[in-house]
């Protein structure tokens, strides 16, 4: 079984930063494209950002991209969020789950999710 446990939400004014940290443990990560998604309150989960075995490979949402950074330490089984010049609209709970089908950005190819982590980016 895989287990994925965000961290490093918060609270954080416009402008602001936030690095978040997913953990996973199982033996399927370093082969694995590791994914984040958010998803506000009433509204459907969203794809934020991907990066496929290596790392070398990333994509983003057009909503992100140039201000979030997807990496990952296979070393560590971890995937990181760097989230930059955030706004009031990226405030959400962050997700990050697992796939093998890089280039997907959707729901239905993801599993394994782990819990979430809140953000909330204040005007």
């Known amino acids: 079984q895989v287990q994925l446990v965000e961290s490093g939400g918060g609270l954080v004014q416009a402008g602001g930063s936030l690095r978040l940290s997913c953990a996973v443990s199982?033996?399927?990560?370093?082969?694995?494209?590791m994914g984040w998604f958010r998803q506000v309150p009433g509204k459907e989960r969203e794809f934020v950002a991907a990066i496929n075995w290596s790392g070398v490979s990333t994509y983003y949402a057009s909503s992100v991209k140039g201000r979030f950074t997807i990496s990952r330490d296979n070393a560590k089984n971890t995937v990181y969020l760097q989230m930059n010049s955030l706004k009031p609209e990226d405030t959400a709970v962050y997700y990050c789950?697992?796939?093998?089908?890089?280039?997907?950005?959707?729901?239905?190819?993801?599993?394994?999710w782990g819990q979430g982590t809140q953000v909330t980016v204040s005007s």
């Open positions: 199982g033996r399927t990560f370093s082969t694995a494209v």
């Open positions: 789950a697992t796939t093998f089908r890089y280039g997907s950005s959707s729901i239905a190819d993801f599993g394994s």
